[in-house]
């Protein structure tokens, strides 16, 4: 049993020891990954026009998975014996990936902005993100673009 309680426990923290890259807030106005350092941007000034809260959707990673897997196939190998064991191991892990999923899905879901904002041209753009940095209507504001992106800041 014991043996059975260690491999539970190294599969649920293998993932978060072993990828602790992807834990990293991409979508935030003001955190930026080790790549996007010393990258040039373009930056361009705009009006707010209008700012709306969103949900930015949690993470569907295998982190969750395979947890879940792990708890919910250790815990239904505790019911019967035999043939009954292996059944239970089997369908609790099948059903520990479906809730270890959602709840890191739910753990991972955060608040974000939805800001529409003018350019100096007179054109609209809409960008999403963390909700991370207070924006008003009429408010100045720098748009920083660059490898895809687009970030909202003072």
């Known amino acids: 049993m014991k043996l059975v309680r260690s491999i539970a426990v190294l599969a649920c923290l293998g993932p978060a020891i072993l990828f602790p890259g992807c834990a990293t807030d991409s979508s935030s106005g003001s955190v930026y990954s080790s790549g996007q350092t010393r990258g040039e941007q373009s930056v361009r000034m705009a009006t707010v026009e209008s700012v709306r809260e969103v949900t930015i959707e949690g993470t569907r990673g295998a982190v969750g998975a395979v947890a879940g897997g792990a708890v919910g196939g250790v815990a239904g190998s505790n019911v019967g014996g035999g043939k009954g064991s292996t059944i239970g191991s089997v369908l609790g892990a099948v059903g520990g990936v479906a809730a270890g999923?959602?709840?890191?899905?739910?753990?991972?879901?955060?608040?974000?902005?939805?800001?529409?904002?003018?350019?100096?041209?007179?054109?609209?753009?809409?960008?999403?993100?963390?909700?991370?940095?207070?924006?008003?209507p009429g408010e100045r504001v720098r748009l920083l673009s660059g490898g895809g992106t687009t970030r909202v800041t003072h």
Do not use: M, P, W, Y
């Not at 809409?126 to 008003?136: G, L, M, V």
């Open 101 to 136: 999923q959602a709840i890191e899905r739910s753990a991972t879901r955060k608040k974000g902005l939805e800001i529409t904002v003018r350019l100096e041209n007179g054109e609209l753009r809409a960008i999403t993100q963390d909700a991370d940095e207070a924006f008003r």
